[in-house]
């Protein structure tokens, strides 16, 4: 069964530091997500991309984030200058355009900034 | 905007007991509703959906859920629990967006489940 898979698995990184999270999403999708997790917290929704641009994105997603789909397989999350509070679990998704909507998760990144 | 709560922060049930795991939704128009399910170390799986039609929808696993808009809620019950349901459990609305959805997920409940 097709899957979605990240790179690394955890990151560790100091502060300041610019960051990039791999995904490769399922391979016939053409919409694809990042989301994060803060230890103890809900999943939040940060980034949605389709047809090579930002499609929605939350108030979290500011300046320091920016997404690329640099060839026909990865889509990336960086963090330009990351903060103690990026520390979280990244989760990207990707789904197919309309029909049953289903979100395919990957097992994401744990990112830690010191 | 739309919330999530999921009010029970952990669930502890006996293999083989029923289970219902509650979530509440606020929402102004018809919400997508959804139920995921994380496994440690694992992304989040879908459960189930509610778009539209039929008030009860059954999901993968065992996994049923019932939407009521007059309680504004879409409870997930299994009648038999597995030790293998242990896990972390999320409720979500959908915003649609596109041709696709931006999901607005609750806190999560953990199942605890014992032998």
């Known amino acids: 069964e097709p899957e979605v898979t990240q790179t690394p698995s955890h990151q560790v990184t100091q502060m300041g530091q610019e960051v990039i999270l791999r995904c490769v999403p399922i391979s016939n999708h053409l919409y694809f997500y990042w989301y994060r997790q803060i230890l103890g917290q809900k999943v939040e929704f940060l980034v949605s991309f389709y047809n090579n641009e930002i499609s929605e994105k939350s108030e979290i997603f500011d300046d320091q984030f920016s997404v690329e789909r640099p060839d026909g397989s990865n889509f990336t999350l960086k963090i330009r200058s990351t903060k103690l509070e990026d520390s979280a679990m990244y989760f990207c998704?990707?789904?197919?355009?309309?029909?049953?909507?289903?979100?395919?998760f990957g097992p994401g990144t744990r990112l830690t900034v010191t | 905007a739309q919330s999530v709560t999921q009010p029970d922060i952990h669930i502890t049930v006996s293999e083989g007991a029923s289970l219902e795991l509650r979530c509440n939704y606020s929402?102004?128009?018809?919400?997508?509703l959804f139920w995921y399910v994380q496994s440690p170390g694992q992304g989040l799986q879908l459960l189930l959906k509610y778009f539209s039609g039929d008030t009860l929808v059954q999901g993968i696993k065992g996994f049923e859920a019932e939407f009521k808009r007059s309680q504004s809620s879409f409870n997930l019950r299994k009648p038999s629990v597995h030790w293998s349901d242990a896990a972390e459990y999320f409720c979500?609305?959908?915003?649609?967006?596109?041709?696709?959805?931006?999901?607005?997920f609750g806190r999560g409940t953990s199942l605890i489940v014992h032998p």
């Open positions: 929402y102004g128009a018809t919400p997508y």
């Open positions: 979500a609305v959908g915003v649609e967006a596109g041709g696709s959805y931006i999901p607005t």
């Open positions: 998704a990707s789904s197919e355009v309309g029909g049953n909507y289903e979100q395919y």
